[in-house]
């Protein structure tokens, strides 16, 4: 069974650009999860679909946002980007809540 | 404030040491427990705990949580060097997957 799959791998932009980074949950699971890595801050929640429906979100500011298709696929996209949005964000998928999550490698953006 | 406390926040031992990473949660309702190891990108997950007591297990590694006390503990016995690697807690709580992170432990192991 395939994994989460997340495109691009890298990413640089400049400020106030914006970016769509995409994610494909493993076959068949139903919820998608993003969080954002950075050194300081560690793993923070972003949000997460589930059926095409935002279920939970993290405490980001409205320039993050995400969307879930029929297929499951999600993407997420970040406006005016700040130099301080540079992070690894991460997708993971389950298939449903009180299950585990499975990452992806993750997309690594910079913000020039 | 819904958060996760790791400690300690880095260890170095060598080959064949047995380390204990800990894990302290402040959630509300909470729902379960994970641990996860993440060597580059992509955390890999370890162990799901949702019952106090259990001990749950796999080769070197071992885990518990204690619901009362609001921690657990993840156990590594007889290190080696691939388990080098960043040792992440994350807690479930509320309704839908709504996880908090730690800010992990960051553990090498020296041949």
């Known amino acids: 069974k395939a994994g989460v799959t997340q495109t691009p791998r890298y990413l640089i932009k400049t400020r106030g650009q914006q970016v769509t980074l995409s994610c494909s949950p493993i076959s068949g699971h139903r919820s998608v999860s993003w969080y954002q890595q950075t050194p300081g801050q560690g793993l923070q929640f972003l949000f997460e679909y589930f059926s095409e429906t935002q279920r939970n979100k993290g405490n980001f500011p409205g320039r993050f946002s995400g969307r879930q298709f029929s297929n499951s696929r999600s993407e997420m996209n970040v406006s005016t980007l700040e130099l301080g949005d540079s992070a690894l964000y991460l997708c993971?998928?389950?298939?449903?809540?009180?299950?585990?999550?499975?990452f992806g490698s993750g997309t690594q953006l910079s913000v020039l | 404030e819904d958060k996760v406390v790791q400690s300690p926040l880095s260890l170095v031992v060598h080959e064949g040491d047995t380390v204990t990473l800990n894990c302290s949660y402040e959630v509300t309702n909470f729902r379960s427990l994970l641990w996860y190891k993440q060597e580059k990108k992509a955390p890999t997950f370890l162990f799901m705990l949702?019952?106090?007591?259990i001990e749950k297990k796999s080769g070197r590694l071992s885990s518990i949580l204690d619901k009362k006390e609001l921690f657990s503990i993840l156990n590594i016995t007889a290190t080696q060097t691939g388990d080098s690697a960043v040792y992440l807690c994350a807690v479930e709580y509320n309704y839908g997957q709504n996880f908090v992170f730690g800010p992990g432990t960051r553990l090498s192991v020296l041949p």
């Open positions: 993971a998928s389950s298939f449903d809540i009180n299950e585990k999550l499975f």
């Open positions: 949702t019952s106090s007591g």
